[in-house]
């Protein structure tokens, strides 16, 4: 038994030092304003609420008209989606990898062409606050 100890102070265990991962940062969006350009109104008071939804829209779809009361922001996996703006008609086409500062408070709406829509979409509120609401008229 008096080998161990001899052994355990003549062995020597090299440490394998993990280098550091080369970590690659994009920043795909930083904005005060909605893609149509109208500033973002302040974050309400409370408990905020992160919601993280994804969208699958088929070919040849149009949403309802609605708004969303919180800021919110889309990252497009694939397809093409149309956006069009109620009060005025502006449109706004996005596809795969853009980035959306969605419309707050204001009616809006999303066409999807010839192949189906899939997107993530990030929304920022407050526990009980709705993410998005149907606009009354169409």
């Known amino acids: 038994m008096a080998v ?30 909605s893609w149509d350009g109208v500033q973002y109104p302040a974050y309400p008071d ?21 708004s969303h009361p919180v800021i919110n922001v889309g990252y497009v996996l694939s397809g093409q989606l149309t956006l069009i703006r ?26 999807s062409g010839d192949g189906a829509v899939e997107l993530i979409v990030f929304y920022a509120g407050t526990p009980g606050t709705p993410l998005t609401v149907k606009s009354e008229s169409d």
């Open 46 to 66: 409370g408990q905020p609420e992160v919601s993280v939804l994804r969208y699958k829209i088929p070919a040849h779809s149009a949403l309802p008209w609605h």
């Open 86 to 111: 109620k009060s005025d008609g502006k449109t706004k086409v996005i596809g795969p990898g853009d980035v959306l500062p969605e419309m707050v408070n204001a009616s809006h709406r999303g066409q």
């Open 4 to 33: 161990l100890p001899l052994l355990a102070g003549t062995l020597h265990i090299p440490t394998a030092v993990a280098a550091e991962p080369q970590v690659e940062v994009t920043q795909l969006l930083k904005t005060t304003h």
